[in-house]
T-cell receptor, first 114, second 114 residues
Framework: NAGVTQTPKFRVLKTGQSMTLLCAQD?????MYWYRQDPGMGLRLIHY???????AKGEVPDGYNVSRLKKQNFLLGLESAAPSQTSVYFCASSRQTSGANVLTFGAGSRLTVL | AQSVTQPDIHITVSEGASLELRCNYS??????LFWYVQSPGQGLQLLLKYFSGDTLVQGIKGFEAEFKRSQSSFNLRKPSVHWSDAAEYFC????????????FGAGTILRVKS
């Protein structure tokens, strides 16, 4: 079982460029999440999805868009990258979004915006 | 605002010594509580979780955590630290008002001296 797979693992962008991070899970999980991790700030939720075709904003959604066209995939897009979006991005998935919520994380995607 | 506080950014302990990592949350009711560990360059792995019942919970790798309602704390402990425990540790809370999505603390980096 691959679990949660993120691609690419590393990317360097110039300010204003666009890109898409792909997250794929093979556990048939309903719920998927995108977090960003910055030093001293822990993980902050960007967007999440409670099922195929649905998305919702998290704590820090500005500058990002997401899509969940297939249950197993959750895409995170940056339309016009900014240096403030330099971060490590983690995708996660779970069976449910109730309080008993155990997330499975991907290995992360390190993005640098110059 | 609801928050999760990990007051120690860095902790250094000697191999074989005991360990306690602190976590406090600001929330009116008892949330669901989690500890995750992140090894360098890796995603997050669940160590343990508390949903209800016995306030002392056991996790993987010999870790345990105790929920203390009166102190709004969920501290992580290990009796004898191994060099392989060097990692970053995150406390997380599922808060109902936030749709039970996880809110993470800023993390504590553990260094182990040989």
């Amino acid at each position: 079982n691959a679990g949660v797979t993120q691609t690419p693992k590393f990317r360097v962008l110039k300010t204003g460029q666009s890109m898409t991070l792909l997250c794929a899970q093979d556990m048939n999980h309903e719920y998927m999440y995108w977090y960003r991790q910055d030093p001293g700030m822990g993980l902050r939720l960007i967007h999440y999805s409670v099922g195929e075709g649905t998305t919702a904003k998290g704590e820090v959604p500005d500058g990002y868009n997401v899509s969940r066209l297939k249950k197993q995939n959750f895409l995170l897009g940056l339309e016009s990258a900014a240096p403030s979006q330099t971060s490590v991005y983690f995708c996660a998935s779970s069976r449910q979004t109730s309080g008993a919520n155990v997330l499975t994380f991907g290995a992360g995607s390190r993005l640098t915006v110059l | 605002a609801q928050s999760v506080t990990q007051p120690d950014i860095h902790i250094t302990v000697s191999e074989g010594a005991s360990l306690e990592l602190r976590c406090n949350y600001s929330y009116g009711a008892t949330p669901y509580l989690f500890w995750y560990v992140q090894s360098p360059g890796q995603g997050l792995q669940l160590l343990l979780k508390y949903f209800s019942g016995d306030t002392l919970v056991q996790g993987i790798k010999g870790f345990e955590a105790e929920f203390k309602r009166s102190q709004s704390s969920f501290n992580l402990r290990k009796p004898s630290v191994h060099w392989s425990d060097a990692a970053e540790y995150f406390c997380a809370v599922a808060i109902m008002e936030y749709g039970n999505k996880l809110v993470f603390g800023a993390g504590t980096i553990l260094r182990v001296k040989s």
